[in-house]
């Protein structure tokens, strides 16, 4: 695996500071934002349009002149959108001085954290990282991933997240295991969903768990009869 731990972090009310403000800023803070952070600082004597026009609606805040030792202090994550290997260097230092984490683009070697290639759909969010090693074969990893990934992922998604809540709130969640709801998440949902038959591919889900409705059954819930069915809408879903 290499020296990296793969996270996800939440940003939302993290104090990140952007040092750059050219067109790998702009790709930063959109990420940054795309991710609902919403204390944004950027440091830079200018800025590229789409900095310009993020500053001016106010969902980030802009500092005029270049970076100065000390301006990190008081923030938790640090993005050096610059390409002076030197500097990177120098900002880097102070970052392990303060316990600060510094991320240097395309510079692994000034990085204490690298960005994966990220597919999203929905609330699906899947990272691939080469360790730095390979940016081009990460990114056509993704490319294959995104094709397979379509949208028709995005509701069983969602309906997965609605019945885990469902469950929490009664209790039952703890006793159902990992393999149970592996086997019972399937392309017979998606099939199900992308007829817009939500309410049945909900009841074959919590009856695949082993989990008793708290209403009753859809009209057209047929229980093993719906998994047939579906499996035949599957194939033109493009099954699992």
Known sequence: MGPYFPIFVDVRQ??????????????????????????????????????REQADAGRIAHIPRAYADGDMAGF?????????????????????RRGIWVNAADDPANCDYILPS????????????????????????????????SEDFVPLAELVAEVRADLKA???LPQISQETWQRAIDGNLRALLAQRRTGQAKALLLARLGAPLT??????????????EAAVAGRGAGGC
């Not at 403000?21 to 934002?33: C, Y």
């Not at 938790?76 to 392990?96: C, K, P, W, Y």
């Not at 759909?121 to 360790?131: C, D, H, L, R, V």
């Open 118 to 149: 990220v597919v999203r759909q929905g609330p699906i969010t899947i990272a691939i990282s080469t360790g730095g090693g390979s940016p081009a074969m990460a990114r056509r990893v993704r490319e294959e991933l995104s094709d397979y990934f």
């Open 170 to 172: 009664r209790g039952l």
């Open 215 to 228: 209403a009753p059954p859809p009209d057209d819930f047929i229980d093993q009869g719906a998994d047939r």
């Open 76 to 96: 938790e994550m640090v993005f050096i959108a610059t390409d002076d290997r030197s500097a990177n260097a120098a900002i880097r230092a102070e970052g392990r």
């Open 14 to 51: 993290r104090p990140i500071l952007v040092i750059g403000g050219g067109a790998v800023g702009l790709e930063k803070t959109t990420v940054l934002l795309r991710a609902e952070a919403a204390n944004v600082t950027v440091i830079s004597p200018e800025l590229a349009e789409g900095l």
